[in-house]
């Protein structure tokens, strides 16, 4: 799967803009603060419905402008080319596929899957369980159907819970949505666990080649002891009704990555962070590739100014291994490593214009 064409109007610092991608590698360059980040933002958008950069989907908006709108084409091959799109005009937000209106961005998310690598990946190792526990969802999401439906059914059931639990309901009103929770939340174990041990067959090796022979281990703590969910959650039921909310279940479910034997949070300096995030996101998108049988699109923002030269290397040897769509930013042509020589189509970004120069 690939983008093969983005489409602006009124994004960030851009008013208009139309870019013919390749379905390999591309290469954005120009200064500090021209725009190359916005543009890897608004192809996110396009997949993801949100910004990596910030939760105020307003401030995407050009000064002056009343809306934005992005869109795109996905190509796969041997079927007809997919137009994908989201307007936001005054608050008000609508996103198509095929030309038809949509209920949930995951459905833009389904068509398009995206990875990105840029200055915040290191907050994948650093930052608390949250972070993995999204990491971890984008890939079964994408590898099992039932994955999504039963995702939904636990958040409204947790959601219910909880606020019975706030307002000091009963226990037979408790127990209804505990039922569903409980069924809920042991589907979304088996499907996370089924996922998790081939990433992380994949994840390990990775690292170990990026962090040049580290021996990095993960682990899926599924949020609770033992093998049923329904038991804990009975168990726990007074300190919940104490607390006013669920304290077990995959919304507690945790990734543990240990660098060398410790914990890489305290372990890993910066540098081993964000080498090892990288390796992270890397797997999974040759996870993605083994399971669903064709490439997602990378975003790559700026590598050469978030990895030590060791480090991007073997990022590039992988990068080579994975293939697929690749969309780098680079302060000039010539980072990462010449990339430009192999980039099937290089644009520069220079005061809201961007220029194809190959």
Known sequence: ?????????????????????????????????????????????????????????????????????????????????????????????????????????????????????????????????????????????????????????YRRALRQRNELLKSRADKRQVATWTAELATTGELLQVLRQRYFDRLRLVAEAMA????????????????????????????????DRQLGSTQVGPHRAEIRIDLDGMKAQERASRGQQKGLATALILAQAQVFRGLVGEACSLLLDDLAAELDPHHLGRVLEVLDDIGGQQIFTAIGVNEPDNLSRDAGAVFHVEQGRVDQVV
């Open 208 to 239: 170990g080649q990026i962090l040049g022979g580290h021996r990095v281990e993960m682990k899926l703590r599924p949020g609770w002891r033992g093998d049923s969910l329904a038991d804990n959650l009975e168990a726990s039921l007074e300190r």
């Open 1 to 153: 799967m690939a983008l093969t064409r983005l489409q602006l109007s009124d994004f960030r610092c851009f008013a208009q803009v139309e870019l013919a991608l390749s379905s390999e590698k591309n290469l954005i360059t120009g200064a500090n603060a021209s725009g190359k980040t916005s543009l890897l933002e608004a192809f996110f958008y396009l997949s993801q419905g949100r910004s990596f950069r910030t939760a105020r989907a307003e401030s995407m908006v050009r000064s002056g402008a009343e809306g934005m709108f992005v869109a795109g084409r996905v190509a796969r091959p041997g079927v007809a080319e997919r137009p994908l799109g989201i307007r936001r005009q005054e608050g008000r937000v609508e996103a198509r596929l095929d030309r038809k209106p949509v209920k949930r961005i995951a459905e833009l998310t389904r068509a398009l899957p995206v990875l990105l690598v840029d200055s915040g990946v290191h907050r994948l190792v650093e930052d608390g369980p949250g972070q993995r526990r999204r990491y971890l969802d984008w890939g079964v999401f994408h590898v099992e159907q039932q994955f999504f439906e039963a995702w939904r059914r």
